[in-house]
């Protein structure tokens, strides 16, 4: 079985494809001025993205983990989120308070998807 690996950096991929599964790098926004509800939407918008080249979308998650730095925002990104997801077909999903790489990043979001 094959594996292809998109978006190269010297630590990692942003997405692997083996068989018929694909797994995205954690998403963070690119513009982090639009706070947790701004930064939900940059990211779900990446998402469509990467599962596009990898010729999925978000009708076939199987899991997501979603990294707050504060719970509290819980609501605001679930707001945004459930605006986004294909809602028959919702993921296994896994939403945690951490501390993320850089401070300006809210939000950061993994999904593994099926093709």
């Not at 779900?44 to 596009?52: C, E, K, P, T, V």
Request: hydrophobic share 40%.
């Amino acid at each position: 079985m094959t594996i292809t690996r998109r978006h190269l950096g010297p630590r990692m991929a942003q997405s692997v494809v083996h068989g018929d599964t694909i797994y995205l790098a954690g998403q963070v926004a690119t513009d982090t001025a639009g706070g947790v509800a701004g930064q939900t939407e940059s990211i779900l918008g990446r998402i469509d993205q990467l599962l596009a080249e990898c010729g999925s979308d978000k009708s076939k998650l199987l899991s997501a983990t979603i990294y707050l730095t504060d719970i509290a925002t819980f609501g605001e990104m679930n707001g945004v989120w459930e605006k986004w997801v294909d809602g028959k077909n919702v993921p296994a999903r896994t939403t945690v308070e951490a501390k993320l790489a850089a401070p300006q990043y809210l939000v950061e979001i993994t999904v593994i998807a099926a093709r």
